[in-house]
T-cell receptor, first 113, second 110 residues
Framework: GAVVSQHPSRVICKSGTSVKIECRSL??????MFWYRQFPKQSLMLMAT?????????EQGVEKDKFLINHASLTLSTLTVTSAHPEDSSFYIC?????????FGEGSWLTVV | SQQGEEDPQALSIQEGENATMNCSYK?????LQWYRQNSGRGLVHLIL?????REKHSGRLRVTLDTSKKSSSLLITASRAADTASYFC??????????FGQGTELSVKP
């Protein structure tokens, strides 16, 4: 079946650096993908909608200059956390949908030290 | 933003007992979905109920939806230790965009 793959599953980066997380739809084309963030012991919060070939749509309170989303192809969306800060440490997870089914990636744990 | 509340926030039961989790939401929906998440892992889709459905079953899972009250419940029957996880409801507001509830942390003791 359709699968969404996320990479890396875990990443540690230093404060002030940038880190990129990839989300790939493996056997379907995703014109739209979604990025969520989850802090420990909390629920998932929608960050942004990634649109292939156009700008992402960010949810209220999410800094678009800090969380750069690129959706340059129908199978790849990337989230870049820029000038990472320890407060950005979180679980990031993406999803894509085909038909009426939503597929989630495995998620990426980001730790900023 | 969160769609609504889930209760209880935490639930601890013995193996074999039933577990009921409730979810409320705020806006109109296309459907409501329930997901499971093991600690530190990704999401597992459990069941989807459409806005025109009232009840749905899948194995040991039973989901109800009351659109007049904007609420849903997930019942897990004959629970097992392996059911220990966090459970989230999520409403699909449009085209794949999900708004998640707060979640219920279920602990099933052997």
């Amino acid at each position: 079946g359709a699968v969404v793959s996320q990479h890396p599953s875990r990443v540690i980066c230093k404060s002030g650096t940038s880190v990129k997380i990839e989300c790939r739809s493996l056997d379907f084309q995703a014109t739209t993908m979604f990025w969520y963030r989850q802090f420990p012991k909390q629920s998932l919060m929608l960050m942004a909608t990634s649109n292939e070939g156009s700008k992402a749509t960010y949810e209220q309170g999410v800094e678009k200059d800090k969380f750069l989303i690129n959706h340059a192809s129908l199978t790849l969306s990337t989230l870049t956390v820029t000038s990472a800060h320890p407060e950005d440490s979180s679980f990031y997870i993406c999803s894509g949908d085909i038909g009426n089914t939503i597929y989630f990636g495995e998620g990426s744990w980001l730790t900023v030290v | 933003s969160q769609q609504g509340e889930e209760d209880p926030q935490a639930l601890s039961i013995q193996e074999g007992e039933n577990a009921t989790m409730n979810c409320s939401y705020k806006t109109s929906i296309n459907n409501l979905q329930w997901y499971r998440q093991n600690s530190g892992r990704g999401l597992v889709h459990l069941i989807l109920i459409r806005s025109n459905e009232r009840e749905k079953h899948s194995g040991r899972l039973r989901v109800t939806l009351d659109t007049s009250k904007k609420s849903s419940s997930l019942l897990i029957t004959a629970s097992r230790a392996a059911d220990t996880a966090s459970y989230f409801c999520a409403t699909e507001v449009k085209g794949g965009k999900l708004i998640f509830g707060q979640g219920t942390e279920l602990s099933v003791k052997p």
